[in-house]
């Protein structure tokens, strides 16, 4: 690539009918004054191109960051979805069993009260047969006594 230096030290032959040296020395300043700019314009923009792709590059890192990120809080909602569920279970199972348990246990002792029930009635049957062989031993030493 031709640089201002370049244009500035070039020399020209000189011939008898050639261009005027000074319209040609004026001119080629103007394009040296130019071309200047736009080298550092050119340098500027590959500068800012080399920030822009940097910061492409990071903002390429962050989304892969946060990508990975989503996608872990993804599995660990999914492991915690699924520890909730097999605790649930676990709770209903316990809470099942405990149920049948104490039904069991219920009927246990209503078959028991039930038991003591029926000893009861034995007893007071038992107690008014006696009541009743006591009275009628009473009633007959009365009469016998008449």
């Known amino acids: 690539m031709l640089r201002p230096i370049d244009i500035q030290n070039k020399e020209f032959?000189?011939?008898?009918?050639?261009?005027?040296?000074?319209?040609?020395?004026?001119?080629l300043d103007v394009v040296i004054q130019d071309y200047e700019l736009l080298c550092k314009e050119n340098q500027t923009l590959k500068?800012?191109?080399?920030?822009?792709?940097e910061t492409v590059e990071r903002y390429k890192q962050m989304?892969?960051?946060?990508?990975?990120?989503?996608?872990?809080?993804?599995?660990?909602?999914?492991?915690?979805?699924?520890?909730?569920e097999a605790e649930a279970n676990a709770i209903i199972n316990k809470?099942?069993?405990?149920?049948?348990?104490?039904?069991?246990?219920i009927d246990d002792e209503h078959v028991k009260r039930h038991q003591e029930m029926l000893s009861l009635k034995d007893e007071i049957n038992s107690?008014?047969?006696?009541m009743r062989t006591y009275c009628a031993n009473?009633?007959?030493?009365?009469?016998?006594m008449e």
Not at 95 to 105: C, E, F, G, H, V
Not at 127 to 130: A, C, D, G, Q
Not at 138 to 144: E, S, Y
């Open 95 to 105: 809470a099942k069993l405990d149920a049948s348990y104490l039904a069991r246990q």
């Open 47 to 53: 500068n800012k191109i080399g920030l822009l792709t």
């Open 63 to 84: 989304e892969n960051t946060m990508r990975k990120s989503m996608d872990m809080a993804q599995q660990a909602a999914a492991d915690s979805r699924k520890n909730a």
């Open 138 to 144: 009473m009633l007959k030493m009365l009469d016998d």
């Open 127 to 130: 107690y008014k047969t006696r």
């Open 13 to 27: 032959e000189k011939k008898i009918k050639g261009y005027s040296c000074d319209e040609v020395d004026d001119f």
